[in-house]
């Protein structure tokens, strides 16, 4: 089919970007991730509840690495930092959230950087009833926590910078990479 659209479609990667981490040792780390959460959950009804939309790709990745009946569910959590809303109030979105009641879940992130949004969602978890919860993220930065939570399952610890790919954007751009990396200024 021709289409007549005399819009220029946009240019991914618009910037450059350093490479953090890359694909193959991202593939790695998924990799024994999923081991261990197949160690930890052997025999236990587990739910993986990510948290969209910069988990993703980690989920995907991540789920085919788990050889262990599971469900998966996905939520919704932006912080809103406008007018309205006092400086970092998280909503929840939990529209595609089944029964948790009961089940093991495993909260997946794709960064852990103040830790609001996972801490706020570890008490959401617990007040509908889940059996147990842990955290799951692969990327942790340094320096920036400022609420206590170890998480269970981490990826990599990184630097304070701004990252994007394997799920993480910046302006709706760079989800689609592969690795992680920063943009250059
Ligand atoms: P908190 O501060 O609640 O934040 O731990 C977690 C959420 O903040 C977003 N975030 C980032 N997104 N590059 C991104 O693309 C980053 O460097 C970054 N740091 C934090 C992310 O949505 C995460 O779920």
């Not at 089944?98 to 008490?123: K, M, N, Q």
């Amino acid at each position: 089919i021709a289409f007549d659209d005399p819009t220029p479609p946009k240019k991914r990667n618009p910037r450059a970007v350093d490479v953090l981490i890359t694909e193959a040792q991202i593939q790695d780390r998924v990799r024994e991730l999923g081991r261990q959460i197949e160690a930890d959950y052997h025999g236990k009804p587990l739910t993986i509840v990510a948290v969209l939309t910069g988990s993703l790709i980690f989920l995907a990745d991540l789920i085919r690495q788990i050889e262990l009946p599971h469900r998966v569910a996905l939520l919704q959590a932006s912080s809103y930092r406008g007018a309205t809303t006092s400086a970092g109030v998280l909503n929840v979105n939990e529209a595609f959230l089944p029964e948790v009641s009961d089940r093991d879940v495993l909260l997946l992130d794709d960064i852990l950087d103040t830790g609001h949004t996972l801490a706020t969602l570890v008490g959401r978890m617990s007040m509908q009833g889940a059996r147990s919860i842990r955290t799951a993220v692969l990327l942790r930065k340094i320096g920036r926590q400022e609420v206590h939570l170890e998480p269970d399952y981490c990826g990599f610890i990184i630097p304070d910078a701004f990252v994007i790919g394997y799920g993480l954007d910046y302006n709706d751009d760079y989800r689609h990479l592969p690795y992680v990396g920063i943009l250059t200024p």
